[in-house]
């Protein structure tokens, strides 16, 4: 199984902040790896595909990277709605997830 | 528009057994593959089970394989997820969500909950 690690698990920021987080697979998933937003009670929501297409409807102020092991999720200048939390995804596998980084007012 | 609707959580006994449903619309159901996840109180997210079109092939996770078993009705644009031999653990709301054509995970229904609990 591939397992995927997300850093940081908690992250404080301010509003107009750039903050980037990062997620790494025990073995090469080459770019089949989503990004994703979860409010509270609500279903995950697509945010990045392929590593670094931002889906339809996405802000542009969201960008992903990275190939094989390592990614990035790059948010670069948030606003007051991004305030969630983000998972990673790899799909080259059957599928599984990072565990998560929960994105805070400072 | 997509709209994937789950039913059938509630509250269940250990070693019970549960039927969850999912129906689809805004889409042409039988051409996607579909998938569940589910996420304990509190915790992150867990991919469950995939079904591919025409029923095959078909994947479960290890926490599952053996108790839990997925079905599709295309007729009926529905998604299902038979649990048996439920436990503590299995607590979680479960979604339902859609592969695209992509690949990638595009679409989520809005979740049931499942509390396994004497």
């Known amino acids: 199984d591939i397992q995927m690690t997300q850093s940081p698990s908690t992250l404080s920021a301010s509003v107009g902040d750039r903050v980037t987080i990062t997620c790494r697979a025990s073995?090469?998933?080459?770019?089949?790896l989503a990004w994703y937003q979860q409010k509270p009670g609500k279903a995950p929501n697509l945010l990045i595909y392929?590593?670094?297409s931002l889906e339809s409807g996405v802000p542009s102020r969201f960008s992903g990277s990275g190939s094989g092991t390592e990614f990035t999720l790059t948010i670069s200048s948030l606003q007051p709605d991004d305030f969630a939390t983000y998972y990673c995804?790899?799909?080259?596998?059957?599928?599984?997830f990072g565990q998560g980084t929960k994105l805070e007012i400072k | 528009e997509v709209q994937l609707v789950e039913s059938g959580g509630g509250l269940v006994q250990p070693g019970g057994s549960l039927s969850l449903s999912c129906a689809a619309s805004g889409f042409a159901f039988s051409t996607f593959s579909m998938i569940w996840v589910r996420q304990a109180p509190g915790k992150g997210l867990e991919w469950i089970s995939y079904i591919s079109t025409r029923s095959s092939p078909i994947y479960y996770a290890g926490s599952v394989k053996g108790r839990f078993s997925i079905s599709r009705d295309d007729a009926k644009n529905s998604l299902y997820l038979q649990m048996n031999s439920l436990r503590d653990e299995d607590t979680a709301v479960y979604y339902c969500?859609?592969?695209?054509?992509?690949?990638?995970?595009?679409?989520w229904g809005q979740g049931t909950l499942v509390t396994v609990s004497s």
């Open positions: 995804q790899q799909y080259n596998s059957y599928y599984s």
């Open positions: 969500a859609r592969v695209g054509q992509r690949l990638d995970v595009d679409y």
């Open positions: 073995q090469s998933i080459s770019t089949w």
């Open positions: 392929k590593a670094s």
